[in-house]
């Protein structure tokens, strides 16, 4: 029997429906579910009719706030209500997971298990049948793989670690560039490594970018622009596009990475010029 899913939006610009709408194997991915309401996909219910869905999963997008008309009811109670009869829980996008870009204007957001880095009032209701994909917007092969897959091993933000026990500098192409210290001097250049000079989060950001790749092609780092770690609680984050630096040292190590190797390592790695890495591709304007 098919899964009956109903996909409820909060406050949302909508960014993670649009995302999942270019899963590459949409159509045959769809046929295994029953949707019951998604609010751009043919659904057999309107969402007049959705307080009295029943679904298998509920998937949300979107940060929770009460007092936020949906449905002709409350989203918060609307939530409530589809919760507790769902069998599990998929929070998408990060506004739905920990309050997001939204929450920067109104505190009263919260996403579903988390209020940022903090556990929410609905973490012990929820928890247990509760996945979450964040990301500004999730990719959509993320999405896919949180809506067909119910045994997952997930890490302390209820991520899972399929996905998110990699950073974003995992597979990164400008590998090669960040050990050797050559950091690219602006967006869209295909040589270089984005962290000094554009503040790439790659090293501190949690997430398969670089190795699920956006419509199957692409990445951030791969086009040349910085990962403004969206995967993590502290996103947004103020002042991107430079790594904050003491005496040329990064004030924050790569994770797990101890202060000590890093800075032997990067010692040794500045004092050697690479021609290979310091010119350009295509040597020509
Ligand atoms: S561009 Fe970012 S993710 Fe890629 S190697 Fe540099 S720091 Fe790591
Ligand atoms: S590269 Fe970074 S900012 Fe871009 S989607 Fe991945 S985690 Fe988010």
């Not at 429906?17 to 159509?27: G, M, Q």
């Not at 560039?177 to 050559?182: I, L, N, R, T």
Request: proline share 6%; aromatic share 12%.
């Amino acid at each position: 029997m098919k899964n009956r899913l109903v996909w409820l939006q909060g406050v949302t610009c909508n960014g993670n429906s649009h995302s999942f709408l270019n899963l590459p194997t949409l159509s045959s991915f769809l046929q295994t579910f029953e949707i019951l309401y998604h609010p751009l996909l043919p659904s057999l219910l309107t969402l007049e009719q959705l307080p009295d869905a029943n679904p298998d999963i509920l998937v949300v997008e979107g940060g929770l706030r009460r007092g936020w008309p949906k449905a002709d009811t409350d989203l918060f109670d609307l939530f409530m209500v589809l919760a507790q009869r769902a069998k599990r829980v998929v929070v998408v996008g990060s506004c739905a997971v920990y309050g997001g870009i939204f929450k920067e204007y109104d505190q009263e957001i919260t996403g579903v298990l988390f209020d940022k880095e903090k556990k929410s009032k609905l973490y012990d209701q929820f928890s247990h049948k509760t996945i979450n994909i964040p990301g500004c917007p999730a990719n959509p092969e993320w999405i896919a793989f949180g809506l067909e897959s119910d045994t997952m091993h997930l890490d302390d933000l209820h991520r899972p670690k399929e996905l998110f026990a990699v950073t974003v500098h995992s597979g990164c192409t400008r590998n090669e560039y960040f050990e050797w210290k050559v950091d690219a001097k602006g967006f869209g250049l295909k040589e270089g490594c984005l962290f000094y000079e554009q503040g790439c989060q790659g090293p501190y950001t949690h997430g398969s970018c670089n190795t699920i790749l956006w419509n199957e092609i692409n990445s951030k780092t791969r086009s040349g622009t910085p990962c403004f770690g969206c995967t993590e609680p502290t996103f947004p984050q103020k002042d991107l596009f430079k790594t904050k630096t003491y005496m040329g040292i990064p004030a924050k190590m790569p994770l797990g990475v101890p202060k000590r190797a890093y800075l032997t390592i990067t010692g040794v790695a500045k004092s050697f010029f690479i021609p290979r890495l310091n010119k350009r591709l295509i040597d020509e304007d």
